[in-house]
């Protein structure tokens, strides 16, 4: 089985994120042929120009989701998949701080406050950690200080995403 690129669980959630970047979808179709995923649709994609024509480019999109044999995330399923993407690149620790911000925007865009509602009170304590004249002081994750608060993120994500299967974990996801 080949792998997916990371960014195949936010593009999967395209229908359930209001603004949408349809752009990333040319990135995503040129990340999945350098994984060695060719169809016909996705090479459309991947030869788009950014900024792209939404309603071109759904209709390639959609059809490249189906030739790979996946299926859009659809409702509380689309969030869980938006975000998983975000949480995967907290779990590798890669820009902690900026992916926390994107997961808690995107919840307060949706009014979600579930599964991915630890992610913005880490978001609030770090910025909080961050002034400078509060003394260290946050009230929305117990025990975060400046010296743990990236470790606590990194080990929220992990447990998170162990607790939060989807459909397509048994790919390889690179």
Known sequence: MKPVAASTYKILAHTAVTD??????????GEMMMLGHETENLLILASLTKPVNYFE????????????????????????SYSRYYIIQIAK?????????????????IDYKSS?????????????LDWTDNNG????????????????SIDTAKQWLT????????????
């Not at 299926?71 to 509380?76: E, V, Y």
């Not at 002081?137 to 606590?152: C, L």
Request: proline share 1%; hydrophobic share 40%; with cysteine.
């Open 57 to 80: 480019t759904v209709k390639y999109l959609n059809a490249a989701i189906s030739e790979l044999g996946l299926s859009l995330a659809l409702g509380k399923d689309g969030i869980i």
């Open 93 to 109: 620790g890669l820009n902690v701080k900026q992916n926390l911000e994107r997961i808690c925007k995107f919840a307060i865009d």
């Open 137 to 152: 002081m946050q009230w929305y994750w117990e025990g975060a200080t400046k010296d743990n608060i990236e470790q606590i």
């Open 20 to 29: 949408f970047n349809y752009s990333d979808t040319v990135d995503w179709a």
């Open 163 to 174: 607790d939060n299967k989807s459909h397509i974990d048994n790919w390889p996801v690179q």
């Open 116 to 128: 991915i509602y630890d992610f913005c009170k880490l978001s609030w304590a770090w910025h909080d």
